[in-house]
């Protein structure tokens, strides 16, 4: 259970972390690297129980928070997280479901549950703290995504995937809104890593189509089969976070990225799907370039 004493006077240059999803996974690890580097943090989850057994220490704060509660609920929490210390330096946005559905069977249902989770409810996170940070001219926004929004070519993972592109979206578009006020946006996007995701959601059948039996099945397997075995280490990948935010070990001297792939899977993913647009650009170079008016 985290401390409730007095903080000191934060004159250290010490940040001050706001992470949403910290019951598990990468939250979880990430509440563990902030402290280890003698930062604080205000870590969140829907239950507080479920993050009871965090070590006691006096630069960690609890703090209930549902993102789904709506923007009103949420820039109350925030209220609070802001009075542990003062401000909020660094948040991060990790909160989120990974729900598995062919696109037919699923609906657009499926997709609006999904996207309240992993995009309204980081957008309402997002401009509940951002009124904190513009008046300092001082921030970071980290937004935890995913490579499967780059790589959706996976049955069953279509509105995942596509809730994980519109927080890519998100994030690049508020990383030009917030320049002038100094606050940077950094869009984390993990390949396959031994954390809950999308891996330990279940599978939505209750419109099962019988044309699709068979493609279900597959999915529902191919996802089986890698659960468990994912190379990643999400404990290593929240220690680059830390150190491109803090700009320190691998990270120091180097540029801003915005984007932080991490992982072979990652890497590969994303190469290939940014070679087969540039070889379609290249191929089809006369159509896309000949539809302006004549002169």
């Not at 993050?51 to 609070?80: C, H, M, T, Y």
């Not at 703290?129 to 001219?137: F, Q």
Request: aromatic share 8%; charged share 25%.
């Amino acid at each position: 259970m985290a401390s409730t004493s007095e903080p000191p006077l934060l004159s250290d240059g010490r940040k001050v972390w706001f992470n949403t999803g910290t019951s598990t996974g990468f939250g979880r690890c990430l509440v563990s690297s902030v402290l280890s580097r003698g930062d604080y943090v205000v870590a969140s989850a829907r239950s507080l129980e479920s993050i009871q057994d965090f070590p006691k220490s006096d630069s960690l704060r609890l703090l209930q928070l549902d993102v789904n509660d709506g923007f009103d609920a949420i820039g109350l929490k925030v209220d609070e997280a802001v009075a542990f210390w003062g401000r909020i330096d660094v948040l991060v946005n990790n909160a989120g479901t990974g729900m598995k559905a062919l696109l037919e069977e699923g609906g657009s249902n499926h997709f609006k549950e999904q996207f309240h989770t992993n995009v309204f409810s980081a957008l309402d996170v997002t401009n509940a703290v951002l009124p904190h940070m513009r008046p300092r001219k001082s921030g970071t926004i980290v937004m935890i995504g995913s490579r499967s929004s780059w790589n959706p070519e996976v049955p069953g993972s279509g509105a995942y995937c596509a809730s994980k592109a519109a927080l890519r979206a998100i994030g690049e578009t508020l990383s030009v809104e917030l320049a002038p006020f100094n606050i940077r946006v950094l869009i984390v996007e993990p390949g396959a890593f031994r954390t809950n995701a999308i891996f330990t959601q279940p599978y939505f059948t209750s419109n099962p189509i019988p044309d699709y039996d068979d493609l279900r099945a597959k999915s529902q397997a191919a996802f089986e089969a890698v659960r468990g075995k994912q190379p990643g280490d999400p404990a290593k990948a929240m220690e680059a976070v830390l150190d491109v935010v803090r700009g320190e070990g691998r990270a120091k001297g180097r540029s801003w990225p915005t984007y932080l792939p991490l992982g072979e899977i990652a890497e590969k993913g994303i190469k290939e799907k940014c070679s087969r647009i540039v070889g379609v650009l290249d191929e089809w170079a006369d159509v896309v370039r000949d539809v302006n008016f004549d002169s």
